[in-house]
């Protein structure tokens, strides 16, 4: 059964050529106008991810993906964020509240869908041999994409999940923002480093103890991250 993706944007023809591009590979695509028509799709459709533009005549983009990730049926939705906004801060912005991508206007639609399938599959793809990986009081679980710290449920995003799994197999290695990118998330690294940055801060606050002072995830200055190997 086709994936649906639903797509939110204000601009019918900018939503039209997605979904045309989304169809043409094979996905089941379903477009809204605005914020109050995409929540509503959201709860009928259940679409597998959501490309979001940020800028809605009735309600902000970033709100509406605060709301989403504030709830959770929809907490872990996989979101790419498709916005005429190009300053940094609005990526990084964005970034923090969850988002899995960040794709600019003017764009390649064909781009676009490839994005599209590099966040599902890190998404749905197949676990690998080792379904469940401890580290101290985190314990993350591959077959139910689940998280614990000290027995209670943390919710995260399809990118945390997927970062915070890279370097639990891999304790006490270094990894540059370019491998995290990579290796982690599945696609090729697109020049915007504090992505990574952004996804390891909401981790530290969603898994530390004390995010100010990480004592899991430890930052290499001048190269990335690594998560410390227990004692």
Do not use: W
Not at 80 to 94: N, P, S, Y
Not at 128 to 138: F, I, K, S, Y
């Amino acid at each position: 059964m086709a994936q649906t993706i639903l797509v939110v944007d204000d601009d019918r023809e900018i939503a039209r050529l997605v979904r045309a591009y989304l169809e043409q590979a094979g996905f089941r695509a379903v477009c809204a106008y605005e914020g109050g028509s995409a929540v509503r799709a959201i709860q009928t459709e259940r679409p597998d991810l959501l490309v979001l533009d940020l800028m809605l005549p009735d309600r902000d983009g970033l709100d509406l993906a605060r709301s989403l990730r504030a709830d959770p049926a929809t907490a872990t939705l996989p979101i790419i964020m498709l916005t005429a906004r190009v300053e940094d801060t609005d990526r990084i912005v964005g970034l923090e509240l969850g988002a899995d991508d960040y794709v600019t206007k003017p764009f390649n639609p064909r781009e676009l869908v490839a994005r599209v399938r590099a966040v599902l599959r890190r998404t749905a793809g197949a676990p690998p041999p080792t379904h469940r990986l401890q580290h101290g009081a985190v314990t993350l679980d591959l077959d139910a994409h689940r998280v614990t710290v000290a027995g209670a449920e943390v919710d995260l995003t399809p990118a945390e999940f997927a970062l915070l799994a890279l370097l639990m197999r891999s304790p006490g290695h270094a990894f540059t923002r370019t491998e995290l990118i990579e290796q982690g998330l599945g696609y090729a690294h697109a020049g915007l480093e504090r992505t990574v940055d952004s996804h390891i801060k909401n981790l530290r606050k969603k898994i530390e103890r004390d995010p100010d002072a990480p004592p899991l995830i430890e930052t290499v200055y001048g190269v990335g991250y690594r998560l410390r190997r227990e004692e």
